[in-house]
């Protein structure tokens, strides 16, 4: 009987965050805790308490986990469909190609100023950066990946009379689907820093904005406890998503490893 194949076994290793413990015992240890800029691990768990305590990070971290998640979902399925249509059309690729590469090379913070005047400051505002930003490793790695399918494959769909939608869906997705999640992989992190970023820029209500206020106001335990968060958020998120990538991998390997 074939063992079953352990979805947790794709996460990474705990004992990884060994050096980082170490790290934050000795800082306890050998900070005083009055520090105006190094104060100990304990007090940051403190001011969390008091901002949990306010009512104030409950809608900070909503709006950015919203904000994040929205903003990826939405690079997801704008890139992948752009994706496709860059890499199965040449006249699409010849028509679109250079735009693409010309919008993707505009750094973060410009982008900020434009959607200020088109949208205001508005929770649209963060969402359409984010969505900016994340969407381009998706749809240049889909783009890519669809123009690579092997023209054999492609022969045989004719030769099988497969129409368009049969075969995207037997030939191209199979040999699409992993350089996606590679895509999503990347784009996972910008879309967490690009989140705080515009928050930060714009102060529009989130965790990015808790941070400038706190360290405006020098409250230095406040700013290293909303980092430690904005770590562990990142650190859960690209944890589930190595267990969904795992999963995804098992139904559909990359093309590579099919042919050894």
Known sequence: ????????????????????????????????RQSPYFPPPSTWWSSLQILIGNGRLAPALASTVLTFALGLAIACALGGALGLLIGTSPWARRAFGPLFEFCRGLPPPVIVPVAVLLLGYAESLKLLVVVWVAIWPI?????????????????VARSFRLGAA????????????PPFLVGVRIALPLAIIITLLVEMITMLPGIGSLIVT?????RSAEVYGLLVLVGLIGFVLNSLFLVVEDLMLRRFPPQAHKRQ
């Open 166 to 177: 049969a075969s995207l869906r037997k030939i191209v997705m199979p040999s699409v689907i």
């Open 139 to 155: 749809l240049l790695n889909v783009a890519a990946a669809a123009e690579r399918v092997d023209p054999v494959l492609r022969e």
């Open 214 to 218: 706190a360290q405006r106001d020098f």
């Open 1 to 32: 009987m074939a063992k079953r194949p352990n979805i947790l076994a794709s996460l990474p290793p705990l004992r990884g965050v060994l050096p980082l413990l170490l790290l934050l015992a000795a800082w306890q240890a050998a900070a005083p």
